[in-house]
């Protein structure tokens, strides 16, 4: 496997993988605000199970460069 040395590719994916992240924690705080009696383990299962469903997105889709 080649690694990948473009910064503009490596900046890209920086930047997915923080957007990804951020819409996790949001999606976690969202399951806290919809079940405030849920415990720690109970969101985690959700957030779990969320994540789990998520349909694909094909990136090829939306190539712009």
Known sequence: ME???NPR?????RLAL???EAGILMMKQNLYRRHPEA?????SSRLAA???KRPY???R???DS
């Open 39 to 43: 415990t720690e383990a109970e969101i």
């Open 3 to 5: 690694l990948i040395r």
């Open 57 to 59: 997105v094909d990136p």
């Open 9 to 13: 590719m490596i900046a890209r994916f």
């Open 61 to 63: 889709a939306s190539q």
């Open 50 to 52: 969320w994540v789990e």
């Open 18 to 20: 923080d957007l990804s």
